[in-house]
C-alpha cells in the first residue's frame, strides 16, 4: 500500500527549532505525571470515583485518538486503493504514520488510564476470552489494527534503508544481513499487502462503531440527546466524516511547519468529499433526533443542550457552509480553519457522550477533570507531534515538492 507513484523523500528542515524544545517540555511533564500515577495511583492523579470510572484520558485520549487516527487514514486508504482515485496518494503515507503514531499513544494513554494496568495482556489469553463483550471487541481490534498498521509501514523502513544500512562499530557485521531482510520484507509485502489493506478497513469501522456500544447499557445514565441505539453507527459515520477534514488538517500543518508549498490540487477536491460525508453525518444526527422525539431538548437551555448545539453548530453546520464556498476550498488558511472545526466537533462530540451526557443517578459531585489529567494529555498530544517531526525527518513520509508541484500543473 505505500508503494506510490508519487516520489517521497525525508523532509530537509532543521529538527531543533525552539517549538520542538517546547514540545519537549510538555512530554518530559507528561513522563513525570505518568511515573507519579504509577506510584501513587489514580486517586492521587486524577478526578475519578466509583460513579465516574471514565474521564478525559478515555473521551480525549482514547475515544477522539481512536476516530482522528483511524478516520484520515482508512478514508484516504479506501478512496486511493479501494476507489482506485490515485491522484490522493500522496496523502497516504502522512495519515499511515498519524494513525499509527495515533494509536500507539491511545494504548499508551490507555496504559496510564488502566487501574489495573498490569492485566492488559488479559485480552489476549484465549481462556479470558469474553464473546459478548463489547469492549473486548474494542480491545482485540485495537490491538490487531495497531500491527497491521506498522505492517503497513515497513514498506516505508526498507525503501529509506535498502542499500542504506550503515551500523556502527562492531554492528557492521549485522549491515548486509539486515539488508538482505530489508529486501525479503519488501518482495514479500509488496505481494501481500492488499490483504492488509482490507483487513486495515475492516477492523478499523469494526472498533470505531463499537465505541458507540459502550454506552448502549447505560440508557437512564445518558442524556437522551445522545443516548440511541444507533450510537454505534453515529460512531462510525462521525470517524468517516473527520477522516478528510484530518488528512487535510494534517497535510496543511505539515506543510507551514516545514515550510513547504501546500498540496491543494490534491486537497480542494478532497475537500468537496467532505460535504458528502460530513452532509451524510448531520442528516444522520437529525433524522434520528426526529425519529426518537428528542429534538425537544435541544433548546432547553441545560448544559447538555448548550453542548449539543456547540457540537452540532461549531463542528458540523459552520464548517459544512465554509466548504460550500469554493473561496475557502481553494484557500489554505480557510480551509485548515473549516478542517479544524471538524475535528474540533468530533472531539467535542466524544467529550459530550462520555462525559457530558454521562450523569450517575447516585454522584455526589460532578466530574471535572484534575491538572494533572489535563497536563497530561496536552503532554501527550505534544509527544506525538515531536515523534510525527522525528520520523518526516528519518523517513520518506512528505511527497518531493517537485511531484507537488508537477501534480497542481
Known sequence: ?????????????????????????????????????????????????????WGIWIALDVATGVALAAGGFTTAAALTHIFHRHRYEVLVRPALLTAMLGYTFVALGLTVDLGRYY??????????????????????????????????????????????????????????PVDRLLRFLDRTLSKVMFLFIIAGVVLSCMHQSSLGGLLLIAPYKVHPLWYTPVLPFLFLLSAIAVGYPMVIFESLLASKSFGRKPEMSVLTPLSRLVVLTLGIYLIAKAADLLIRDAYVHVLEGSLESWMFLVEICLGGLLPMGMLLSERVRHSPNLLLAASTLVVVGVAINRINVFLVAYQPPFAQKAYFPSLMEIFFTVGMVAALMLVYRAAVTIFPILPRERAVRAGRA
Open 1 to 53: 500500500m505505500t508503494h506510490s507513484t508519487v516520489r517521497a523523500e525525508p523532509a530537509r528542515h532543521e529538527f531543533w527549532t525552539p517549538g520542538v524544545y517546547f514540545l519537549i517540555a510538555f512530554t518530559l511533564i507528561a513522563v513525570g505525571i505518568a511515573i507519579y500515577r504509577f506510584l501513587f495511583g489514580l486517586a492521587a492523579t486524577t478526578n475519578l470515583d466509583q460513579e465516574h470510572p
Open 119 to 176: 492485566n492488559m495482556h488479559h485480552p489476549l489469553l484465549p481462556s479470558m476470552w469474553q464473546g459478548n463483550s463489547v469492549l473486548f471487541e474494542v480491545g482485540m481490534c485495537v490491538v490487531v489494527y495497531l500491527n497491521v498498521l506498522y505492517i503497513e509501514f515497513l514498506p516505508v523502513v526498507c525503501e529509506r534503508f535498502i542499500g542504506a544500512v550503515n551500523l556502527p562499530g562492531f554492528l557492521a557485521a549485522l549491515n548486509r
